[in-house]
Nanobody
Framework: QVQLVESGGGLVQAGDSLRLSCVAS????????MGWFRQAPGKEREFVAA????????YYADSMRGRFTISRDNAKNTVYLQMNSLKPDDTAVYYC????????????????????WGQGTQVTVSS
């Protein structure tokens, strides 16, 4: 089992920045990749970014590329999401997820392939 705990969310103004953190604990040796997803009210959960644990290869949803940056600290079992130039449309609950087994670029954004999820952290961006 793997436990994920997100932090760093909050209420900010448009144009501000936030840095989300996700700490993994438990059977982390079985984790090969981690990612971030978000879900706004009335919308489906969407892929934000992902990173492989070994090589550090990063993947981004087209709509997030350029403003968001994912990174990791293997020693701390932590993944980060740097969010810059936030917009009201970024308002959502952001979830950290971990997956076991090898991943491909094509499947990085598929929620069903991630077996472990955090509780989510709320990000609210005001106009």
């Amino acid at each position: 089992q793997v436990q994920l705990v997100e932090s760093g969310g909050g209420l900010v103004q448009a144009g501000d920045s936030l840095r989300l953190s996700c700490v993994a604990s438990g059977r982390t040796f079985s984790v090969y990749g981690m990612g971030w997803f978000r879900q706004a009210p009335g919308k489906e959960r969407e892929f934000v970014a992902a990173i492989s644990w070994s090589g550090g290869f990063t993947y981004y949803a087209d709509s997030m590329r350029g403003r968001f940056t994912i990174s990791r600290d293997n020693a701390k079992n932590t993944v980060y999401l740097q969010m810059n130039s936030l917009k009201p449309d970024d308002t959502a609950v952001y979830y950290c997820a971990a997956r076991e087994g090898l991943s491909t670029a094509r499947t990085m954004g598929v929620p069903g392939l991630y077996g472990y999820w955090g509780q989510g952290t709320q990000v609210t961006v005001s106009s």
